[in-house]
């Protein structure tokens, strides 16, 4: 059964780097035909995806955030990593990770997801 | 890249039938059958329920269903039961430029 879990600080500053991890039990990232996202929720709100990466380590952003976020994955950790900089109150949010699969669930949908790990921006 | 639209809200009665809608353009929702819909009760991370338009992942039932027309994709949700009351968010492939888009979500109410 994979499983995922977020891991990382609860407690950013503005301006600086958010950087969470997801470590991947149950399963290989670099699977043929997996991909895993970051996905996240600001209070009271809806989701929004911020990114994926797929087991060949091609990535895709959200062109909103593009320009502040790296994703990336390591396989000898069986892990994948968000960096998001220039963080603002605007970015506070639940952080989930989760998988998808290009055989089994098509392209942008996820099956499994983490439990979510909740990061607040603040000074 | 802008989020799909969802009616915020949608309701109906125990064992009523509700149909959600999600509309997008025709670079997201009407260019690929790659549309997915997610349940989400409060505290807890959200769960695949469709996926490729009208497509269930092993364990849900029967009674989610979804469907595309142009640019809007559907989910309905037959024989409400009060386990049905949740979040529901729509999400279509949009492209290798913009990958993927999520809408603002409905709040199904089991009356």
């Known amino acids: 059964q994979l499983q995922l879990q977020e891991s990382g600080p609860g407690l950013v500053k503005p301006s600086e780097t958010l950087s969470l991890t997801c470590t991947v039990s149950g399963g290989s990232i670099s699977s043929i035909s997996y991909y895993w996202g970051w996905i996240r929720q600001a209070p009271g709100k809806g989701l929004e995806w911020i990114g994926s990466i797929y087991y060949s380590g091609t990535t895709y952003y959200n062109p909103s955030l593009k320009s502040r976020v790296t994703i990336s994955g390591d396989t000898s950790k069986n892990q994948f990593s968000l960096k998001l900089t220039s963080v603002t109150a605007a970015d506070t949010a639940v952080y989930y990770c989760?998988?998808?699969?290009?055989?089994?669930?098509?392209?942008?949908?996820?099956?499994?997801w983490g439990q979510g790990t909740m990061v607040t921006v603040s000074p | 890249q802008s989020a799909l639209t969802q009616p915020p809200s949608a309701s109906g009665s125990p064992g009523q039938s509700v149909t959600i809608s999600c509309t997008g353009t025709?670079?997201?929702?009407?260019?690929?059958?790659?549309v997915s819909w997610y349940q989400q009760h409060p505290g807890k991370a959200p769960k695949l329920m469709i996926y490729e338009v009208n497509k269930r992942p092993s364990g849900v039932p029967d009674r989610f269903s979804g469907s595309k027309s142009g640019n809007t994709a559907s989910l309905t949700v037959s024989g409400l039961q009060a386990e049905d009351e949740a979040d529901y968010y729509c999400?279509?492939?949009?492209?290798?430029?913009?990958?993927?888009?999520f809408g603002g979500g409905t709040k199904l109410t089991v009356l």
């Open positions: 989760s998988r998808g699969s290009t055989v089994t669930t098509g392209l942008c949908a996820f099956d499994i």
């Open positions: 025709s670079s997201d929702v009407g260019d690929y059958d790659y």
């Open positions: 999400s279509s492939y949009a492209g290798s430029n913009n990958w993927g888009v």
